[in-house]
């Protein structure tokens, strides 16, 4: 057994099987003596099961026919014989990242894995694996006393604000922890009397820690997001960008 301290790294790996045997029984042990890390360990574990089962059909549709690496090359023989080699190499590469994610590959396109853009990534995530959950769709409820404002403030790192919608219609349902590859991050839940689900996700910011709000449209999900004083806001719906952005200049004020 080692003496390290047992931090979020530990944590997320302990998700992921990413830790040795050792490490790993060293985090156990220590989740069985800490009801909070416990707590958010639980979390962490059904989030990634639910995202898992939303991309899941995603990730396994076939590669497109343009992306096979035999027709790849047979598009490039009128070509000189030089260019032939790394547009193979470059095939490659593509099918690979297929392999371990289909969607990556749409539109030739990677999506963004910083700042505010990757946040509003993120909370669309979030709301794909939750909003549509009529059974458990927070695991934190808001009638729990202090507890979802202590998960809150133990999930961003400091005193939480949790905005309050009721003017704009939607009551707050509650929330989770939800990972991401940026840390982890606040997942509260609004709904109104039509069935109309909102979510917002808060996190620290690495890149972005002060930037002005920007809408993002994701199929059906719009969005907007925006970072003040290193923390990253993302609010998500599937409703009208306009209406939206409204509720969002008014969590604004509130935090």
Partial sequence: MTNRPINEDDLQAFVDGALDAERHQEVAAFLGTNKDAAKRVSAYQQGSTALRSALGPIAAEPIPSRLNLANIIEKQRPAKRSRVAPM????????????????????????????????????????????????????????????????????????????????????????????????????????DDRGNRLVMLTRRMQVDQDKPMVASDQHDIRGWSWASNGLGYSLVGAIGSKYLHTIADEIRSQI
């Avoid at 099918?95 to 969607?103: K, P």
């Avoid at 009529?134 to 133990?154: F, I, M, Q, T, Y």
């Fill in 88 to 191: 193979a190499a470059a095939a490659v590469i593509l099918l690979a990242i297929g392999a371990s994610g289909g969607w990556l590959l749409k539109g030739y396109s990677m999506p963004p894995t910083e700042g505010v853009a990757a946040l509003a990534q993120e909370a669309s995530a979030s709301y794909s694996a939750f909003a549509a959950d009529r059974l458990r769709p927070v695991e934190v409820r808001a009638d729990g006393g202090d507890d979802l404002k202590n998960l809150a403030s133990a999930t961003i790192g400091g005193p939480a604000i949790i905005p309050d919608l009721s003017k704009a219609g939607y009551r707050l349902m509650g929330g989770r922890v939800v990972p991401t590859p940026h840390g982890s991050g606040l997942m509260l839940m609004y709904d």
